[in-house]
């Protein structure tokens, strides 16, 4: 995610040194704005970054490509200047080359292509506080106070240094639109461009010459195995319901031929695989797991646990949270980001669990925990 983003920004660093000032655009004018709307993309992919690094999650979720609409909107505005003559466009390419700053205002499709320069930086923007507040939300000790560990942490260093690009380029954009008519290499706007320019080389540099930095974070702060969160179908949760509901449920034959080896597979899948952990788990996904009907799964732990699948499943994450907060992990994580973390869609529903299970809240468990260790027991 974090590689992907930094490609847009790579395009746009190749567009205009390589394209752009060196003239080249001229020669190929039909290149012009063919990278536009990839540029719309650095914000969201950045954004997916912190959201799965802090969860531990991969890959996108549902709605997520609604993220891509503001790119896929551009390219269709952008359809009839592709669609100009290439003696146009070669004239549009030559103004910009004279004038570089021409490239905020000539060359545009339906809507005009300033408005799209400064929707991407708000957009970039908007991006860059959201994930900013995911990180106190779900880390609040990073924006506390900065430590030594936090300077070796790939996240917050990400985060400042992304953080510190976005800024300057919204600067620059402001000094372009509503500053003074100053030349590109001069003033606050070289400054600006010369902050963000190596801010980039920075991260590129790390991505690829340190990746065990990049991809160690994970393995670092984060607990193992914290699968994507899965959305349960419609016409899935009746099917559910009738599979734990006894009941609902068809006649299942008593002798279940293999049980203990049917045990040993449910063991080590919660255990040692930890599908508890996938927020949107359910019996059919587990039968699936280990190659088991629903119901006769549904019978086997019915039998052996006493109880149903749910519960079974916050069972596993209860304790599975118990653990996390005897290594003191409210230290580092708000009790929304330990819900997450193990598998709970919801404070509300993690603190209902945790408190029938263990007969506390989760804040009052850490703290007896805390008690107790410095009471010398």
Same mark, same amino acid.
């Given at each position: 995610?974090?590689?992907?983003?930094?490609?847009?920004?790579?395009?746009?660093?190749?567009?205009?040194?390589?394209?752009?000032?060196?003239?080249?655009?001229?020669?190929?004018?039909?290149?012009?704005?063919?990278?536009?709307?990839?540029?719309?993309?650095?914000?969201?992919?950045?954004?997916?970054?912190?959201?799965?690094?802090?969860?531990?999650? @991969? %890959?996108? #979720?549902?709605?997520?490509? +609604?993220?891509?609409?503001?790119?896929? $909107?551009? &390219?269709?505005?952008? =359809?009839? *200047?592709?669609?100009?003559?290439?003696?146009?466009?070669?004239?549009?390419?030559?103004?910009?080359?004279?004038?570089?700053?021409?490239?905020?205002?000539?060359?545009?499709?339906?809507?005009?292509?300033?408005?799209?320069?400064?929707?991407?930086?708000?957009?970039?923007?908007?991006?860059?506080?959201?994930?900013?507040?995911?990180?106190?939300?779900?880390?609040?000790?990073?924006?506390?106070?900065?430590?030594?560990?936090?300077?070796?942490?790939?996240?917050?260093?990400?985060?400042?240094?992304?953080?510190?690009?976005?800024?300057?380029?919204?600067?620059?954009?402001?000094?372009?639109?509503?500053?003074?008519?100053?030349?590109?290499? @001069? %003033?606050? #706007?070289?400054?600006?461009? +010369?902050?963000?320019?190596?801010?980039? $080389?920075? &991260?590129?540099?790390? =991505?690829? *010459?340190?990746?065990?930095?990049?991809?160690?974070?994970?393995?670092?702060?984060?607990?193992?195995?914290?699968?994507?969160?899965?959305?349960?179908?419609?016409?899935?949760?009746?099917?559910?319901?009738?599979?734990?509901?006894?009941?609902?449920?068809?006649?299942?034959?008593?002798?279940?031929?293999?049980?203990?080896?049917?045990?040993?597979?449910?063991?080590?899948?919660?255990?040692?695989?930890?599908?508890?952990?996938?927020?949107?788990?359910?019996?059919?996904?587990?039968?699936?797991?280990?190659?088991?009907?629903?119901?006769?799964?549904?019978?086997?732990?019915?039998?052996?646990?006493?109880?149903?699948?749910?519960?079974?499943?916050?069972?596993?994450?209860?304790?599975?949270?118990?653990?996390?907060?005897?290594?003191?992990?409210?230290?580092?994580?708000? =009790?929304?980001?330990?819900?997450?973390?193990?598998?709970?869609?919801?404070?509300?529903?993690?603190?209902?669990?945790?408190?029938?299970?263990?007969?506390?809240?989760?804040?009052?468990?850490?703290?007896?925990?805390?008690?107790?260790?410095?009471?010398?027991?």
């Amino acid at each position: 995610m974090l590689g992907i983003s930094l490609l847009c920004y790579n395009i746009s660093l190749l567009v205009y040194f390589l394209w752009i000032d060196t003239g080249f655009i001229i020669d190929q004018p039909h290149l012009l704005r063919s990278l536009s709307p990839l540029i719309y993309l650095n914000g969201p992919f950045f954004y997916f970054y912190i959201r799965n690094s802090l969860s531990n999650r @991969s %890959g996108l #979720k549902k709605y997520d490509y +609604l993220h891509f609409l503001p790119a896929v $909107l551009h &390219l269709i505005d952008l =359809i009839p *200047f592709y669609l100009l003559p290439v003696a146009e466009k070669q004239v549009v390419a030559k103004m910009i080359f004279h004038n570089k700053d021409l490239l905020n205002y000539i060359g545009s499709g339906f809507t005009p292509i300033s408005f799209h320069y400064l929707f991407r930086l708000v957009l970039q923007l908007g991006y860059l506080m959201y994930s900013v507040y995911l990180v106190g939300k779900l880390q609040p000790q990073f924006l506390k106070s900065i430590h030594k560990t936090q300077l070796k942490n790939w996240l917050f260093i990400s985060l400042f240094v992304m953080g510190t690009i976005i800024i300057s380029n919204f600067c620059f954009m402001l000094f372009t639109y509503f500053g003074e008519n100053q030349d590109q290499y @001069s %003033g606050p #706007k070289f400054i600006c461009s +010369l902050i963000a320019f190596l801010g980039i $080389l920075f &991260l590129n540099a790390y =991505i690829n *010459f340190k990746p065990e930095l990049v991809h160690g974070y994970q393995m670092e702060v984060v607990p193992e195995s914290l699968s994507n969160e899965v959305q349960v179908a419609p016409e899935l949760q009746q099917q559910e319901r009738k599979i734990e509901n006894p009941q609902l449920q068809e006649p299942v034959e008593l002798e279940i031929k293999d049980a203990d080896g049917w045990i040993e597979k449910l063991r080590f899948a919660l255990e040692e695989e930890q599908v508890f952990l996938n927020k949107g788990i359910t019996i059919i996904d587990l039968a699936k797991n280990i190659a088991i009907p629903p119901k006769v799964l549904s019978v086997l732990i019915n039998r052996k646990f006493k109880t149903n699948f749910s519960e079974l499943i916050n069972n596993y994450r209860v304790d599975y949270a118990k653990e996390l907060l005897d290594q003191h992990i409210l230290d580092r994580y708000s =009790i929304e980001g330990l819900a997450s973390m193990v598998g709970f869609n919801s404070r509300i529903t993690f603190f209902n669990a945790f408190k029938k299970k263990v007969g506390i809240s989760p804040k009052e468990y850490s703290k007896n925990q805390v008690t107790v260790i410095d009471s010398g027991f």
